[in-house]
Nanobody, 121 residues
Framework: QVQLVESGGGLVQAGGSLRVSCVAS????????MGWFRQAPGKERDFVAA????????YYADPVKGRFTISRDNAKKTVFLQMDSLKPEDTAVYYC??????????????WGQGTQVTVSS
């Protein structure tokens, strides 16, 4: 069993930056691909970014390419999402997930509780 806890969300102005983190409690953290998803009120859950177990491969959704960076520190069992040049449309609850690094939420078995990110204009 893997437990995931997100943190670092908050309120920022458009154009600002924020870094959210996800700490895992399970063993063999490096064996899991990690992903970030987001969901705004009344909208579907969208893929944001993913990273392979070793950190050697990363994937990004088109709306965040060039602005967001996913990384991981396996020694600390933590995955990060650095968000720069934030836009109001980035406002959502951000969730981290563990599984197979993919754009599809179906490939992830474990999910965190989410952290709210709000971008004001």
């Amino acid at each position: 069993q893997v437990q995931l806890v997100e943190s670092g969300g908050g309120l920022v102005q458009a154009g600002g930056s924020l870094r959210v983190s996800c700490v895992a409690s399970g063993r063999l953290f490096s064996s899991y691909g990690m992903g970030w998803f987001r969901q705004a009120p009344g909208k579907e859950r969208d893929f944001v970014a993913a990273i392979s177990g070793s950190g050697g491969a990363t994937y990004y959704a088109d709306p965040v390419k060039g602005r967001f960076t996913i990384s991981r520190d396996n020694a600390k069992k933590t995955v990060f999402l650095q968000m720069d040049s934030l836009k109001p449309e980035d406002t959502a609850v951000y969730y981290c997930a563990a599984g197979i690094a993919s754009f599809s939420y179906k490939m992830y078995n474990y999910w965190g509780q989410g952290t709210q990110v709000t971008v004001s204009s």
